[in-house]
């Protein structure tokens, strides 16, 4: 079993509340300490219209009612990773509630690549200094009475946790609902033999473990989805299923990600996301660009 501190108390169990996003399919969360009325907020969604180069709040705006209206108090706005499909609504909530913003500390990994990708200045800090903290693998944190726990779980990205809350853990893009699979591993810094072990980690856990997705896209047309356990990602994933090999997996998922499209907004969603969810800094004329490189991706 994933070696888990014994602050982290799995009978506990918290209040979760999901928002999916239908422009990117990405499932946001608030986590309720069951008592008192702390709260996090994990893998928000800011919205863009990328043709138009345009933002707007809506979806982030949606949790930011949900939280006053339920009288919460937001201590902690945790990314899972740095997202290549959605931009991060993580500063803007926290402008409007508060709150700590935390990440996986090999978000350096991630701003010292894309860095260079997208050729960002001497301005642009690679040190992780956008974020409030910087989890390393084995982190406690606490939600009012709850402890957390930070577990390095690398191979879709470098920087990606899953963070274990009472009996409810967040896996961000490294596990798929059981009929969906796995993330893939093909990004700068991705490792398909990484990903098995750090989803082999994930699925030691107790088997009545509740896992949240960060995404569902609903394979055969199904009904959306988010919420599975550890059992029943050991029994019915089609991609990591009891009996599967490492190396039948890295096969697998090398096949796969061969086929696969970059996401429609990675390109705006990785420069947003290595800054903590912020636009780029203004120009001498005070406007905000993104940038485009050309046959870097």
Request: with cysteine; hydrophobic share 40%; charged share 25%.
């Amino acid at each position: 079993m994933s070696s888990i501190p014994h602050a982290v108390d799995l009978s506990m169990k918290p209040e979760v509340k999901g928002f999916f996003d239908e422009a990117t399919n990405t499932v946001s969360y608030v986590v309720k300490d069951p008592n008192s009325s702390a709260c996090a907020v994990i893998d928000s969604v800011m919205d863009i219209d990328y043709a138009a180069g345009r933002i707007s709040y809506d979806s982030a705006d949606e949790i930011i009612r949900y939280v006053q209206d339920s009288g919460l108090k937001v201590e902690w706005l945790i990314e899972t990773h740095a997202h290549a499909d959605h931009l991060s609504a993580a500063p803007y909530i926290q402008g409007k509630l508060g709150g700590k913003l935390g990440i996986g500390e090999n978000i350096r990994i991630v701003q010292e690549v894309f860095g260079k990708i997208f050729n960002e200045g001497t301005e642009f800090q690679r040190d992780g200094s956008q974020f409030d903290r910087l989890f390393k693998d084995g982190d406690t944190y606490t939600i009012g009475t709850l402890t957390a726990f930070a577990m390095l779980t690398p191979g879709h990205t470098p920087a990606c946790m899953t963070h274990v809350i009472g009996n409810a853990a967040f896996v961000g893009d490294t596990l798929f609902m059981p009929d969906g699979g796995t993330a893939r591993a093909d990004f700068p810094g991705g490792d398909a033999r990484v990903l098995f072990h750090s989803i082999k980690r994930v699925l030691e856990l107790p088997g009545e473990m509740r896992l949240f997705m960060c995404h569902d896209y609903a394979p055969g047309g199904r009904e959306i989805k988010w919420e599975t356990s550890v059992a029943e990602q050991k029994a019915t994933n089609i991609h990591v299923h009891e009996g599967v090999t490492e190396d039948e997996f890295v096969r697998m998922r090398t096949e796969r990600d061969a086929t696969l499209a970059l996401p429609k907004l990675i390109i705006p969603s990785i420069q947003v996301n290595i800054r903590g969810g912020q636009l780029p800094e203004p120009d001498e004329s005070g406007k905000r660009y993104l940038k485009v490189p050309v046959n870097e991706f």
